[in-house]
């Protein structure tokens, strides 16, 4: 008897969570935003690539080749 409490808890806990739909484009408003996305400007993540593997004098791993320096 004393594990049904808690039992009876986690499966109604888990119950409502089954239903969950996802919101309308209308009800996302500003998080629907291109500059709201984690990832930001695709243009913009290459470039800092670039001069991160540039600055870090290591390559591998991105599809570039090349040194340190950030030639090809």
């Known amino acids: 008897m004393k594990h ?4 009876a808890l986690v499966a109604a806990g888990l119950s409502g969570c ?6 309308q484009a209308w009800e996302k408003g500003n998080l629907a935003k291109p500059e709201m996305t ?8 290459r470039y800092q690539q670039h ?11 991105y ?5 340190g320096c950030g030639c090809n």
């Open 4 to 7: 049904l409490l808690p039992l």
């Open 18 to 23: 089954g239903v969950l739909t996802p919101p």
């Open 38 to 45: 984690m990832g930001g400007d695709p243009l913009e993540q």
């Open 51 to 61: 001069i991160y593997t540039s600055k870090e004098a290591a390559s591998g791993g």
């Open 63 to 67: 599809g570039v080749g090349g040194g």
